[in-house]
């Protein structure tokens, strides 16, 4: 089975710019977790879905974030515009059933550089 | 207070050592716990799920969960170098799953 996959794997881009960070999550899987991770505040949740609904967007940054989710096999997470102080990587998972609390599985994440 | 907690280590063992990995966490609420290993540049990898309390094995890997004293445990045996990794606990609700900040691990051969 192909597990959670995400692209771009490294994006780097002058501040101001749009960026837009993709995810396929594994087919059957219901549910989809935005994630970031830095060094200083660890693995954060930002938004999740469930049945391409959002269920709890509450820790998107601001505004300048935004998430969506048109069909069962594909995300995006925008960021516009960005600062350098979105760098970080960005993680998609996905899970069976409804709630956070089902195993989530992993992509290899996004490396995003704001200079 | 963070929700859970987490010593950042790093933690340097030889092979085939016995490892403990710990977490704590406040919510009394939380009913789902979980241990994922995350390689260098990699996504985090489920190791171990536990829904309550008590035991779980698999494999060199033991998961414990204390809901009494809000304390979650990974025990891995044998460890090999392959085991190089950082660990991360997590523990949450149907709303939301927690993260600790992860153990850096390094099995030395």
């Known amino acids: 089975d192909a597990g959670v996959i995400q692209s771009p794997r490294h994006e780097v881009t002058e501040m101001g710019q749009e960026v837009t960070l993709r995810c396929k999550p594994i087919?059957?899987?219901?549910?989809l977790f935005w994630y970031r991770q830095t060094m200083m505040r660890g693995l954060e949740l930002l938004i999740y879905f469930n049945n391409n609904v959002p269920i709890d967007d509450s820790g998107m940054p601001e505004d300048r974030f935004s998430a969506k989710m048109p069909n069962a096999s594909f995300s995006t997470l925008k960021i516009q515009p960005s600062e350098p102080r979105d760098s970080a990587v960005y993680f998609c998972a996905s899970s069976r059933g409804q709630g956070a609390g089902q195993p989530q599985h992993f992509g290899d994440g996004t490396r995003l550089s704001i200079l | 207070q963070k929700e859970v907690e987490q010593d950042p280590g790093p933690l340097s063992v030889p092979e085939g050592a016995i490892v403990s990995l710990n977490c704590t966490y406040s919510n009394s609420a939380f009913q789902y716990f979980m241990w994922y290993r995350q390689y260098s540049r990699k996504g985090p990898e489920l190791l171990m799920y536990?829904?309550?309390?008590g035991n779980k094995e698999d494999g060199r890997f033991t998961a414990q969960v204390d809901k009494s004293s809000k304390y979650i445990s990974l025990f891995i045996r044998d460890s090999q170098p392959s085991d190089s990794a950082t660990y991360l606990c997590?523990?949450?609700?149907?709303?939301?799953?927690?993260f600790g900040s992860g153990t850096q691990l390094t099995v030395l051969p």
């Open positions: 536990t829904y309550s309390s």
């Open positions: 997590a523990s949450g609700s149907a709303r939301q799953l927690t």
């Open positions: 087919s059957g899987h219901n549910s």
